[in-house]
């Protein structure tokens, strides 16, 4: 198999953990949090979208696919000035990383990966982590990226194998594997997660955290997202995501991988503040700050203060 993965995925066990009792997971992943990471602090990453739509990609979920015709705009790829000034805000409001993504299928060399390179470097002399995603990408490429000082490149395997197909046909699983090698041999720090409530089940949610956590080694940054429904995509109008579903994935997530950060990402400003803080508890310890995620609204800066507060929880100051 091509990818980074060394140990056999074990999906039996994974799948264990999700059917445990709800509060037993919870309880037991909160412990091993408390061994590895400070339960106080919350890492603060700030998206933009750095070309925005008209994807020759067809991912059933994504507002930026050029396959369906959603309410998405669609806008070229940003110059480095308005991106760093961009940067510039997402710091003063207290993030501490600034991810940048890209509709694209796969990073081409030219004008527009230079210009990535030197939002990537920009972003550094800000003093900020720097992440970008950017699709598919070589070693030749990711090489380009350490160099100019990136931290993280995002690259997410969505859902578990046996349902990637019904999901997206225009890549394949080990095509993702294949990109996270590459970002890994460069020495770039990995982040990569995934989506829930894209119609898969237990079984399959259970097989993208072994696929995770076989990953050797295991990414340091795992988003979790849940499926914003996008009008016009074929998964448009799904059915909600039970809540204690997302808990017990995050609580999975933070056992299986005791030393990464767990992000709750997308789909927060559908989700009550109680549930997001038994996330908290069962070890999410990094969310997307600012009104925006890529193409859908995050909560109100304000909010997420006043629940980051009211939970006892602080951000994390300054690139680590
Ligand atoms: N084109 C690049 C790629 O696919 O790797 C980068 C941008 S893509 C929008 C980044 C990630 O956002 C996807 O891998 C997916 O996990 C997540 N995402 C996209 N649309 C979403 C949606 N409607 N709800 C939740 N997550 C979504
Ligand atoms: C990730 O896992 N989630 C972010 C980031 N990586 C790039 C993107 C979420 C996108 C949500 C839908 C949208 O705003 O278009
Ligand atoms: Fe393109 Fe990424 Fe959206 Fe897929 S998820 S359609 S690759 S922007």
Redesign the pocket.
Known sequence: MTGTATTRPDVDAALALLERPLLDLVFEAARVHREHHDPRRVQCSQLLSIKTGG?P?D?T????SAHFDTPAPRAPRMDVDEVLAEARRAKESGADRFCM?????EVRDGADFDAVLAMVRGVKDLGLEACV???MLDDGQARRLAEAGLDYY???L?TGRSHYDAIVSTRTYDDRLATLASVRAAGVRVCC???LGLGEDRRARAELLAELAALDPQPESV?V??????EGTPLGGSEPLPWTELVRTVAAARLLMPRSAVRL???RSELHDAAQALCFLAGANSIFVGDEL?T?PNPDPGTDADLLAALGLEAVRGAR
């Open positions: 994807c990609e991912c979920y994504c507002s930026q993504g890209a509709a694209w299928r995603t950017l699709g995002n690259h997410n969505d997660g995934g989506i988003p997202n849940t499926l914003v429904p996008i990402s997308a789909g890529l859908t």
